[in-house]
């Protein structure tokens, strides 16, 4: 078995890859390793200089087409053999000299997760670290990650760890919170070095914030009612129900006693609010019986188990 495996996702990164191939080699040539890297659906020459590294050590997967960085992380994360797992980004603003000093560290402190900090972070202030700062505060206060730098890609995880999730959508932002999820607490932080981009064009856009915040909701749903969805949906659709049902009954008073309420928007409101909180709450019970199906289906267990230790028998023991 590999000690370490490393999974680098790659689009259009032709001229980073025989850089970072050697920075790799030169970083961990003591170290059994693999380095993984996932082509998502390039169109410059990124898959033939993979290739071209010619060294047993290197792994190319390629992808039919762009999927997106959540994706490709797990199509890399899935042929990973090693140990650890640590996830790398292509464009060598990570530095993989940061890679040893991580493993001892996750080593040695029995850490589920180390993750990166990009101390002297080399992008540009109003496109990346302003927004990048604002996400990052947001995602502690709704998700209880309390983490300087979510947005940093190297971090390091024990493969039982990283294989207990699923990363799909745009959730690798949200890895730390995920693992959180299964059970991991052992998790920790350290700083790294951080590189300007040399080659290449950054992949960053300002319309990533509209699902960034969409993924930050879906997550603080999973941290809070991921197993008691009736939880939510029930408890809207009862306020809405019963706020709808007060108001139709002020209305119906009011029709007993002559008044004309047809057409009137409160009426509206009122109906509105019955057939929303019904809504509401059949939802609920909906996605209580998916969550049912899929811990069941799949023998999933609501939680998870440490560790079991069995104590040995005290034979001085005596009961009065």
């Known amino acids: 078995m590999k000690k370490l495996s490393l999974v680098i996702c790659v689009f259009n990164e032709e001229e980073n890859i025989k850089p970072l191939a050697g920075q790799i080699i030169a970083a961990l040539n003591n170290i059994n390793f693999e380095a993984i890297f996932v082509d998502d659906g390039s169109t410059d020459k990124t898959r033939e200089e993979i290739v071209s590294i010619?060294?047993?050590?290197?792994?190319?997967?390629?992808?039919?087409?762009?999927?997106?960085?959540?994706?490709?992380?797990?199509?890399?994360?899935?042929?990973?053999?090693?140990?650890?797992?640590?996830?790398?980004?292509?464009?060598?603003?990570?530095?993989?000299?940061?890679?040893?000093?991580?493993?001892?560290?996750?080593?040695?402190?029995?850490?589920?997760?180390?993750?990166?900090v990009r101390a002297n972070r080399k992008?540009?202030?109003?496109?990346?670290?302003?927004p990048s700062k604002i996400a990052n505060y947001m995602i502690r206060k709704s998700t209880g990650i309390h983490m300087k730098d979510l947005g940093c890609t190297l971090k390091i995880f024990t493969n039982e760890t990283i294989k207990s999730i699923h990363i799909y959508g745009e959730l690798h932002r949200y890895i730390p919170a995920l693992i959180a999820l299964e059970g991991a607490?052992?998790?920790?932080?350290?700083?790294v070095n951080h590189r300007p981009r040399e080659f290449g064009s950054s992949k960053y856009n300002l319309s990533r914030t509209t699902r960034v915040m969409s993924d930050l909701i879906l997550m603080v749903f999973f941290k809070k009612y991921l197993q008691r969805p009736m939880h939510f949906f029930g408890a809207v659709g009862i306020v809405t129900l019963g706020i709808g049902v007060l108001i139709n009954l002020y209305m119906f008073i009011l029709k007993i006693l002559g008044h004309d309420i047809w057409g009137k928007p409160l009426l509206l409101l009122g109906i509105l609010?019955?057939?929303?909180?019904?809504?509401?709450?059949?939802?609920?019970?909906?996605?209580?019986?998916?969550?049912?199906t899929?811990?069941?289906?799949?023998?999933?267990?609501?939680?998870?188990?440490?560790?079991?230790?069995?104590?040995k028998k005290n034979v001085n023991l005596r009961l009065f």
């Open 54 to 116: 010619n060294d047993e050590r290197f792994v190319l997967v390629e992808l039919k087409r762009n999927y997106g960085q959540s994706s490709a992380l797990q199509a890399g994360i899935d042929q990973a053999q090693g140990e650890y797992v640590v996830l790398l980004d292509g464009d060598l603003q990570n530095d993989p000299a940061d890679v040893p000093m991580m493993l001892k560290m996750m080593v040695e402190g029995e850490w589920d997760m180390v993750a990166g």
């Open 123 to 130: 992008d540009g202030m109003f496109l990346r670290k302003v």
């Open 185 to 191: 607490t052992k998790i920790t932080q350290v700083d």
């Open 273 to 292: 609010l019955v057939m929303g909180g019904i809504q509401f709450i059949t939802i609920g019970i909906i996605a209580e019986l998916q969550m049912r």
């Open 294 to 311: 899929y811990f069941e289906s799949q023998h999933k267990k609501p939680y998870r188990v440490k560790r079991v230790v069995h104590t």
